[in-house]
Protein backbone atom coordinates (compact mmCIF):
# COMPACT_ATOMS: atom_id res chain seq x y z
CA UNK A 1 0.00 0.00 0.00
CA UNK A 2 1.45 3.41 -0.53
CA UNK A 3 0.07 6.56 0.99
CA UNK A 4 0.76 10.00 -0.59
CA UNK A 5 -0.35 13.18 0.80
CA UNK A 6 -0.36 16.95 -0.60
CA UNK A 7 0.69 19.71 1.13
CA UNK A 8 1.22 23.62 -0.36
CA UNK A 9 -2.17 24.80 -1.40
CA UNK A 10 -3.39 28.14 -0.72
CA UNK A 11 -4.50 31.76 -2.00
CA UNK A 12 -2.62 34.04 -3.85
CA UNK A 13 -3.38 37.08 -6.13
CA UNK A 14 -2.88 36.23 -9.89
CA UNK A 15 0.83 36.52 -11.46
CA UNK A 16 1.81 34.88 -7.82
CA UNK A 17 3.55 31.37 -7.30
CA UNK A 18 2.97 28.94 -5.46
CA UNK A 19 5.08 24.97 -4.45
CA UNK A 20 3.03 21.76 -3.93
CA UNK A 21 4.87 18.98 -2.61
CA UNK A 22 3.35 15.08 -3.02
CA UNK A 23 4.99 12.59 -0.32
CA UNK A 24 5.12 9.05 -0.85
CA UNK A 25 5.26 6.74 2.05
CA UNK A 26 4.49 2.89 2.35
CA UNK A 27 5.29 -0.11 -0.21
CA UNK A 28 7.01 2.68 -1.90
CA UNK A 29 9.56 0.92 -4.12
CA UNK A 30 8.86 0.97 -8.13
CA UNK A 31 6.92 3.64 -7.79
CA UNK A 32 7.54 4.49 -11.33
CA UNK A 33 5.60 7.46 -12.43
CA UNK A 34 3.94 10.53 -10.29
CA UNK A 35 1.93 13.17 -11.40
CA UNK A 36 -0.29 16.24 -10.68
CA UNK A 37 -4.26 16.66 -11.54
CA UNK A 38 -6.40 19.23 -10.31
CA UNK A 39 -10.63 19.63 -10.99
CA UNK A 40 -11.74 22.80 -10.60
CA UNK A 41 -15.66 23.04 -9.17
CA UNK A 42 -18.06 21.55 -12.06
CA UNK A 43 -15.44 20.06 -14.53
CA UNK A 44 -13.57 16.72 -14.90
CA UNK A 45 -10.11 15.83 -13.52
CA UNK A 46 -7.22 17.09 -15.68
CA UNK A 47 -3.91 16.38 -16.09
CA UNK A 48 -1.46 19.08 -15.38
CA UNK A 49 1.94 17.02 -15.14
CA UNK A 50 4.12 13.92 -14.65
CA UNK A 51 7.00 12.75 -14.02
CA UNK A 52 8.91 9.42 -14.33
CA UNK A 53 11.42 7.88 -12.09
CA UNK A 54 13.57 8.06 -14.97
CA UNK A 55 12.40 12.21 -14.69
CA UNK A 56 11.07 12.34 -18.23
CA UNK A 57 7.78 14.86 -17.88
CA UNK A 58 5.06 16.02 -19.59
CA UNK A 59 2.82 19.38 -19.25
CA UNK A 60 -0.74 19.76 -20.40
CA UNK A 61 -0.80 23.15 -22.72
CA UNK A 62 -2.28 25.43 -20.07
CA UNK A 63 0.72 25.05 -17.89
CA UNK A 64 3.63 24.98 -20.09
CA UNK A 65 6.08 27.25 -19.50
CA UNK A 66 4.76 28.31 -16.10
CA UNK A 67 4.67 25.23 -13.72
CA UNK A 68 7.50 22.81 -13.37
CA UNK A 69 7.20 19.30 -12.22
CA UNK A 70 10.22 17.44 -10.21
CA UNK A 71 11.06 14.92 -8.25
CA UNK A 72 13.30 14.03 -5.43
CA UNK A 73 13.55 9.82 -5.90
CA UNK A 74 14.96 10.01 -2.18
CA UNK A 75 12.54 11.23 -0.52
CA UNK A 76 9.69 9.65 -2.68
CA UNK A 77 8.76 13.57 -3.15
CA UNK A 78 7.35 15.13 -6.32
CA UNK A 79 6.75 18.97 -6.51
CA UNK A 80 4.61 21.11 -8.49
CA UNK A 81 6.29 24.29 -9.03
CA UNK A 82 3.47 26.79 -10.38
CA UNK A 83 4.62 30.48 -11.57
CA UNK A 84 2.11 33.23 -13.23
CA UNK A 85 -0.50 31.67 -11.71
CA UNK A 86 -4.08 32.85 -13.06
CA UNK A 87 -7.20 32.93 -12.04
CA UNK A 88 -8.44 29.39 -14.27
CA UNK A 89 -5.54 27.78 -12.38
CA UNK A 90 -8.47 27.90 -9.46
CA UNK A 91 -8.49 24.28 -8.83
CA UNK A 92 -8.25 21.37 -6.06
CA UNK A 93 -4.58 20.02 -7.19
CA UNK A 94 -4.09 15.89 -6.73
CA UNK A 95 -1.57 14.02 -7.16
CA UNK A 96 -1.03 10.40 -8.44
CA UNK A 97 1.58 8.07 -7.63
CA UNK A 98 2.06 4.50 -9.88
CA UNK A 99 3.30 1.11 -8.64
CA UNK A 100 2.82 -1.08 -11.44
CA UNK A 101 -0.43 -2.15 -12.02
CA UNK A 102 -1.93 0.12 -9.04
CA UNK A 103 -2.90 3.99 -8.60
CA UNK A 104 -3.14 5.64 -5.54
CA UNK A 105 -4.34 9.40 -5.11
CA UNK A 106 -3.91 12.08 -2.37
CA UNK A 107 -6.71 14.17 -0.93
CA UNK A 108 -5.81 16.84 -2.65
CA UNK A 109 -4.82 20.91 -1.71
CA UNK A 110 -7.12 23.57 -2.53
CA UNK A 111 -5.48 26.40 -4.92
CA UNK A 112 -7.14 29.57 -5.14
CA UNK A 113 -5.97 32.66 -7.19
CA UNK A 114 -7.69 35.74 -6.99
CA UNK A 115 -7.76 38.51 -9.70
Known amino acids: QVQVVESGGGLVQAGGSLRLSCAASGIIFSINAMGWYRQAPGKQRELVATITSGLRTNYADSVKGRFTISRDNVKNTAYLQMNSLKPEDTAVYYC?????????WGQGTQVTVSS
Open 96 to 104: KAVRGNYIY
